[in-house]
């Protein structure tokens, strides 16, 4: 069946980077795009990052542009994110996404704190 499962998460200090990962299985990851959602306490479920199958192209939402950079390799089945510049309103679950299958996976927490 399908899995996607994240990990990367973590305390980390305002300024500091994580690099989140989803490993998928039980399709065919490189013929899909994959996208990042998050979801911070008392908030609606957000679209972080997207990129497409063949990672030609790519969307960040402007609160993370410049800073955050999505990226795949299909020959490992996993999508990444790279965080960078972090600040205390990146505090979230962050989730990945199959958006043409419907699929989400369990999410991993980050939290941006002094």
């Known amino acids: 069946q399908v899995q996607l499962v994240e990990s990367g998460g973590g305390l980390v200090q305002p300024g500091g980077s994580l690099r989140l990962s989803c490993a998928a299985s039980?399709?065919?990851?490189?013929?899909?795009?994959m996208e990042w959602y998050r979801q911070a306490p008392g908030k609606e479920r957000e679209l972080v990052a997207e990129?497409?199958?063949?990672?030609?192209?790519?969307y960040y939402a402007d609160s993370v542009k410049g800073r955050f950079t999505i990226s795949r390799d299909n020959a490992k089945n996993t999508m990444y994110l790279q965080m960078n510049s972090l600040k205390p309103e990146d505090t979230a679950v962050y989730y990945c996404?199959?958006?043409?299958?419907?699929?989400w996976g369990q999410g991993t927490q980050v939290t941006v704190s002094s």
């Open positions: 039980g399709f065919t990851f490189s013929m899909y795009a």
């Open positions: 996404k199959t958006p043409a299958l419907g699929y």
């Open positions: 990129i497409s199958s063949a990672s030609g192209w790519t």
